[in-house]
């Protein structure tokens, strides 16, 4: 069965492979005549859908970010955040903002625009679930372009560097200024490496996954499959590169000095957690709610903003 495209009306009625011949051409030629304002509202859609997310998901990223660099339990991450204070429960809040917003809306317009352009290019031999596993694992790699906001995001969560970053703007300012554009690039080998595969697990199950919910019949029922769907898939997805993004934020949390190999960050973490599994994969649980309730919003709310727009 052809992987399902982001469009709503595919995800829910998906096309056997054999489909893909002259009925396929059509369907891609009217996507490629598509006026340039409908195909935006792909991006538009993701970035509001990512919007929503952040400003709902933000406190708990934050119990989840102290777990992964420190290892502590989540008790001893709220009480940090406790120690801070309200005032800088939100620190930290515009870097995920602008780069979710922006990497939401490249994952979901990119895949569409890329998915295009394959299927009308590509010849007819090929499969469809190839040309799309390479359009979502394109749109992943192009994601990782943003990998800055991540890494100051990191920064500002970090309380070990309160003292000496302020705010988004002066931590850019800083790295630009201090170490250079490379600096603000630190951990983009794992980001690489959790964007593109995720991608094509993503788009390629959530269609499936969707077509073995009970059948919805009204617009709210539609709302809690999609929401059910998107949770479950970034639930899962979310465990399985745990590890990735533990490597991520403690290449990230550095400051200067030599970019060590992703593969030598992660057996510093694993001897310092004592080569214990569950050390490592300490704040999975959190992170599986979290990824649960954020990718539920975004897909829920992303196919929403299809129907209304």
Not at 6 to 11: F, G, H
Not at 54 to 75: D, E, S
Not at 192 to 211: A, C, M
Not at 248 to 277: D, H, I, L, N, Y
Request: aromatic residues 8%.
């Amino acid at each position: 069965m052809a992987v399902s495209s982001m469009d709503p009306e595919s995800v829910r009625t998906s096309q056997p492979q054999d489909s893909l011949g002259k009925g396929g051409a059509l369907l891609t030629a009217r996507r490629m005549e598509a006026p340039v304002g409908h195909r935006g509202k792909h991006y538009a859609c993701g970035s509001i859908a990512a919007f929503t997310n952040i400003l709902v998901t933000f406190p708990i990223q934050k119990v989840l970010f102290r777990q992964q660099l420190h290892g502590v339990l989540a008790r001893e991450a709220l009480r940090q955040l406790q120690h801070d204070g309200m005032r800088n429960l939100y620190r930290g809040l515009l870097p995920p903002l602008l780069q979710k917003t922006t990497t939401v809306a490249i994952m979901f317009g990119l895949y569409e625009d890329f998915s295009r352009v394959l299927l009308n290019q590509v010849p007819s031999g090929i499969p469809e679930l190839l040309t799309r596993s390479f359009a979502a694992a394109m749109a992943g790699m192009a994601e990782a372009a943003l990998t800055p906001f991540e890494r100051v995001q990191t920064l500002l969560q970090d309380h070990r560097h309160h003292g000496r970053f302020h705010n988004t703007a002066h931590t850019f300012r800083t790295l630009l200024s201090e170490y250079g554009v490379k600096e603000c690039y630190r951990g983009l080998v794992p980001v690489l490496i959790r964007n593109g595969p995720s991608n094509v697990l993503f788009f390629g199950l959530r269609g499936p996954i969707k077509e073995q919910l009970p059948v919805a019949s009204s617009r709210p029922g539609h709302l809690v499959n999609d929401f059910v769907c998107g949770g479950l898939l970034g639930a899962a997805l979310g465990i399985m590169f745990y590890p990735l993004n533990v490597v991520k934020s403690r290449a990230q949390s550095q400051v200067g000095g030599a970019f060590r190999p992703c593969g030598e960050v992660f057996m510093t973490v694993w001897r310092e957690r004592g080569g214990s599994v569950a050390l490592l994969f300490r704040g999975a649980h959190l992170n599986y709610h979290r990824s649960l309730l954020s990718w539920g919003i975004i897909n829920a709310t992303y196919e929403l903003l299809l129907k209304v727009f």
